[in-house]
């Protein structure tokens, strides 16, 4: 069962809930929304997140998560739909944690690479939804909508940190 949403939530118009959800105009693309919002999230991690201490990598990542799952919900519910593809706040959030921790390889004049191997490896998982990920979807709500994102973005880290660890030139590439 579904718990309600905060009343703050509940009390926004529906063209800011969806305006938010969608992200504007980046959710209304016709071929690929999803890749559009992470697009768009690459852009807010390198942006927000590129240069954050771990500590507030992980606070500000888990308060996007939250207010994402809090949001979508919402937008679910004034949609009258069940993850609407337009949605597309799911992908936006979820994209930073896919780098977590991957700075000393991002600084590297490759860091393009990781960036690359993790829309890359992103979009893999949240569109094929291996793993489990898409029993995720499954659960009512916002939380439904955002933490087949947020698994599909540990996947990805998972992925990255590995290959950083087994391959030669990401061990080049930190110096």
């Known amino acids: 069962m579904r718990r309600p949403a905060p009343l703050w939530i509940r009390m926004m118009p529906t063209r800011v809930v969806v305006g938010l959800a969608t992200l504007g105009p980046v959710g209304r693309v016709r071929k690929g929304p999803g890749t559009a919002g992470t697009v768009a999230g690459i852009l807010w991690f390198t942006l927000f997140f590129f240069h954050l201490p771990f500590l507030f990598y ?97 996947a990805t880290c998972l992925c990255l940190h590995l290959i950083g660890a087994f391959t030669p030139w990401f061990v080049l590439a930190t110096g």
């Not at 959030?93 to 829309?119: E, N, S």
């Not at 499954?138 to 939380?143: D, F, L, R, S």
């Open 58 to 154: 992980v606070i500000f990542a888990a308060l996007a998560v939250y207010l994402a799952v809090l949001i979508c919900g919402e937008a679910e519910e004034r949609l009258a739909k069940t993850d609407p593809p337009e949605v597309v706040l799911d992908e936006f959030v979820a994209v930073p944690l896919c780098f977590a921790g991957l700075q000393p390889y991002l600084l590297d004049g490759r860091g393009w690479a990781v960036i690359l191997a993790g829309f890359l490896l992103f979009r893999f998982f949240d569109i094929l939804k291996p793993l489990g990920i898409g029993r995720l979807q499954k659960i009512p709500g916002g939380a439904g909508v955002v933490l087949d994102d947020v698994a599909a973005a540990g």
